[in-house]
């Protein structure tokens, strides 16, 4: 059960019932900053004919459209758990594509919402965003598995003073946008060595280790920025030689307590980053000898993902 503690009242706020009513107003009043993406087309969009499958007429409880799919979003708002959830607004989505011409007129002229021309918007997907305090286990797998990722699940809670905490399940935009800033970095990568005969050799000495690999290439870049470096190829691992500084780049598999897919040995003092990246310092105590190691540096840091290769390089780049 989610808590949340006010340090203002020194106090856990108490979790708090409201009809989907104020759920609907509530967003309503925040859009521009729940949902600053999309376009606002209206709360209560009256669908009429043959909606549900029992034919009767229906509401949409939030229509939206969102400009980078050029897409119309159907929100649909519960209190609590609904198993009809998804069915109800998949009649909602039928309807909308049935009847697209009828409902873009009525959100560009009952609404009068600036919409794109009719043309260009997609007809044939409706986007959906399910709001709701629950979400049952096969609902929440049988939208991970719809191949368009056109269903979004977001869980809502709401506690007294107004405060309300939210959980994307899937499509979180801001993992999507991390996800894709990721992608770009990677292929800018791969653009601007592609022609480098050093790459051969690195997909020789990765093999199968791709997220290592990947994250290397992100650590090159960088040493790239600053002066020559020199790779120097062995069996199990990389030398890379850049002005007085040496690196070792060793292989890791993503496995173990570590979870690391690339580790790097420097001998700059990195300690002071062991809150943010897992390190070893090869000298313990009062000792001077190292550790063994493939590398002969004295610092082994290990990494899971490119972020921790972003902290590490902006913290030594003004010592190269």
């Known amino acids: 059960m989610p808590k949340l503690f006010s340090s203002l009242n020194k106090k856990f706020l108490l979790q708090i019932d409201k009809p989907e009513k104020e759920l609907n107003k509530f967003i309503c009043e925040n859009w521009k900053d729940l949902f600053p993406k999309y376009i606002f087309v209206a709360s209560e969009f009256p669908l009429k004919g043959n909606v549900r499958s029992l034919g009767n007429n229906g509401r949409i409880d939030i229509l939206g459209y969102n400009p980078d799919t050029k897409k119309f979003i159907i929100f649909e708002l519960k209190k609590d758990y609904d198993k ?91 993992d999507i946008k991390i996800e894709n800033t990721n992608t770009k970095k990677i292929n800018e990568i791969k653009n601007i060595i592609a022609q480098d005969p050093e790459m051969f050799e690195i997909e020789q000495f990765f093999g199968k280790y791709v997220a290592g690999k990947e994250v290397f290439l992100f650590f090159l870049r960088f040493l790239k920025t600053k002066n020559n470096a020199e790779l120097d190829f062995k069996q199990t691992r990389i030398r890379v030689k850049i002005a007085n500084l040496t690196f070792s780049i060793v292989r890791q598999g993503g496995q173990g307590g570590r979870k690391a897919i690339l580790q790097i040995n420097t001998d700059i003092d990195v300690s002071s980053l062991s809150d943010k990246i897992q390190i070893d310092d090869r000298i313990r105590g009062n000792g001077q000898k190292k550790k063994g190691s493939l590398g002969l540096e004295r610092f082994e840091v290990f990494f899971r993902n490119s972020e921790e290769i972003q902290t590490f390089w902006d913290f030594i780049k003004d010592k190269l």
């Open 84 to 174: 009809n959830i998804t069915d109800q607004s998949a009649d909602y989505r039928d309807y909308v594509q049935d009847n697209f011409s009828d409902v873009y007129l009525y959100a560009t002229q009952k609404y009068e919402v600036s919409l794109p021309k009719f043309t260009t918007i997609n007809q044939d997907k409706i986007e959906i965003i399910l709001i709701a305090k629950k979400f049952s286990l096969t609902q929440i797998d049988r939208v991970k598995k719809i191949k368009d990722n056109n269903i979004t699940l977001i869980k809502y809670f709401w506690f007294e003073n107004d405060l309300i905490f939210i959980d994307y399940i899937n499509n979180d935009p801001d």
